[in-house]
């Protein structure tokens, strides 16, 4: 069970740290053309992210439902999964580009930071929107493809745009002949024609061969009354909670642009890194709920607790041992991108050393939440983030900042991590009880 674990859970972790290359390739290079830029971008994910993360859950629902009709070898269903996920997946993404167009610079408006980083902020996101409906379709196809147990393959793409947006940073960033300078809004346009490449190669690849029993016809693109109602009825809740997370992002970087450049452009290279490490939690997390959909369909529950106790044992070990490495190497990746900037530095060792300890939990929490998805309960995860989020981080970040400045906020985050982890390991066991039972009574 180990090695199946791993199998699925090293690409989707390899696969996440390139997608996260992007980003840390923009603030390598914008690092060097601007501490305002660096600021700028750090304002900016959130509301990208926010805005993607609306349509996070039509991605995770679509997951865990083809995970179950391949267990069950379901074919039909798969294919019609396929179809409606692509079809809300298309219109949803449409829709976002261009609200989030026209909202970009409302947002940043209300950010309580310098005019100038507002500006390139604001730049930044009006062209990331516009290539966000090709940034959300590869979502879905890598979605999708998780789901059938196909991790593979997206490494592969990942690979190949990650080295063209490589090429194409420094090129639209700092301008070359006859390429003009374009600053932050170079970064975003390079992402956007990247990801878009990204999107158009996974679909080819999807539909270009049969080992996933795909054989769509048009009737599985056209929207099925049943069939949405329970799409939804898993999507919703998850949408509240990548949405709620996201726009807690946001609420938070207004709560440290407050505090100045230097501490806005600290949290942005604190949380590149965070957020790496987060993408091992999330990689052992997705590989459990793939298996345990695949399992459960295949109503294999004996192994579903095997796999659920070993993906965990995993995860606690692989984040404790790199957050103890990340502990003693802060100050040199710091240093990578913004070198020389000494304050700016000091401040983001600072913020990243308090989380470093304490990653296990973010690791330990995610199973639990992919375990709860495996049985299409994502009603749990989304209360989980509520409470973590805006009943725990924010008030503290908030409150605290009042008096403590920034270190209350980056001691906000380990603080609702290791509560939410306690009760989520609280809700697990009582939960896990009431469906044993269930699954013994209708076997």
């Known amino acids: 069970m180990y090695k199946k674990i791993l199998r699925l859970a090293w690409p989707i972790i390899f696969g996440n740290i390139l997608q996260m290359v992007y980003q840390m390739t923009d603030l390598f290079r914008i690092g060097r053309y601007s501490t305002e830029g660096v600021a700028a971008i750090s304002l900016a994910g959130p509301v ?19 995970a179950q009709a391949r267990g069950s070898k379901r074919f039909e269903q798969l294919n019609h999964i396929v179809g409606q996920t692509l079809t809300v997946s298309m219109i949803y993404s449409l829709v976002v580009s261009v609200v989030g167009f026209f909202t970009a610079s409302t947002v940043i408006g209300w950010m309580d930071a310098e005019p100038v980083v507002r500006v390139l902020a604001s730049g930044y996101l009006k062209i990331s929107f516009i290539g966000m409906f090709a940034v959300f379709w590869y979502m879905s196809v890598q979605s999708l493809w998780r789901g059938m147990g196909e991790v593979i393959k997206p490494v592969y793409i990942v690979i190949g745009t990650a080295l063209l947006n490589l090429i194409l940073d420094p090129l639209l960033i700092m301008g070359w002949w006859p390429v003009p300078s374009l600053g932050v809004n170079g970064a975003a346009r390079s992402t956007m024609i990247t990801q878009f490449i990204a999107f158009v190669i996974a679909l080819w690849m999807m539909y270009g061969t049969d080992r996933y029993h795909l054989n769509l016809h048009r009737k599985n693109f056209g929207i099925h009354g049943n069939f949405i109602k ?5 999507a919703i809740p998850s949408s509240i909670e990548m949405s709620a997370r996201s726009l807690g992002m946001v609420v938070l970087a207004g709560i440290i642009a407050a505090l100045g450049t230097t501490t806005i452009a600290a949290y942005g290279v604190g949380n590149q890194l965070f957020s790496i490490i987060l993408f091992v939690a999330l990689g052992f997390s997705m590989a459990a709920t793939t298996l345990a959909g695949q399992l459960y369909g295949a109503k294999d529950y004996e192994w579903l607790t095997q796999m659920r106790q070993k993906a965990m044992t995993m995860t606690f070990w ?17 240093s990578v991108f913004v070198p020389g900037e000494t304050e700016v530095i000091a401040e983001s060792t600072h913020f990243v050393r308090i989380i470093a300890l304490f990653l296990w939990a973010i690791g330990v ?11 299409g309960e994502t009603r749990i995860p989304m209360m989980l983030t509520l409470l973590a989020l805006w009943l725990i981080q924010i008030p503290v970040a908030y409150f605290g900042s009042r008096m403590y400045g920034a270190d209350a906020i980056w001691r906000s985050l380990p603080i609702a991590n290791v509560i939410v982890t306690i009760a989520a390991w609280a809700r697990y066991n009582q939960w896990r009880k009431k469906k044993v039972a269930e699954i013994v009574v209708n076997k």
């Open 318 to 334: 692989t984040l404790l041992g790199l957050g103890l490495l990340v502990f003693l190497v802060a100050p040199q990746i710091a």
């Open 365 to 375: 929490q995610q199973i639990y939440v992919g375990m709860f998805r495996w049985l």
């Open 230 to 234: 329970q799409y939804f009825w898993l």
């Open 48 to 66: 990208t992210f926010f805005f993607v993360s609306l349509g996070i859950g039509l991605t995770v629902a679509g997951t865990i439902m083809v």
